[in-house]
């Protein structure tokens, strides 16, 4: 079995019930937003948010301009060795919950900026 990816960029046009619409498609479940394409993402909850559940954000490190962590439904801040492995490789991030992650993806990839997200999908 192929892990679940839509090789574009595409907006977000709804979120919740466990999953994320886009693309005239949807997925149920966690989301990376990479300059490669969407990915499903094997997080369920902010706490499993590891260097190794970030590797395909680190490989595409030079093409993001910023990374928005949606975290669920609340704002949490990164943990402090996963901030510093972002920063070491220069990614701008953002936590914040994931419906301001989405709404800020998308008017960010309208403005068609280099703009990358880690969804975590929420009820």
Known sequence: MHEAHFPGRAAIDTYGNGGFRFAEMSHRGSILCLPSGIYAWDVAQFSE??????????????????LLVGAGDDLRPLPGPLKDL???NSIPHDPMSTGAAVRTFNVLLAEKRSVAAALIAVE
């Not at 948010?49 to 910023?66: F, H, K």
Request: aromatic residues 0%; proline residues 5%; negative net charge.
């Open 49 to 66: 948010i590891t260097p190794d559940s970030i590797v395909q954000i680190l490989r595409e490190a030079e093409d993001i301009e910023m």
């Open 86 to 88: 972002l920063r070491e």
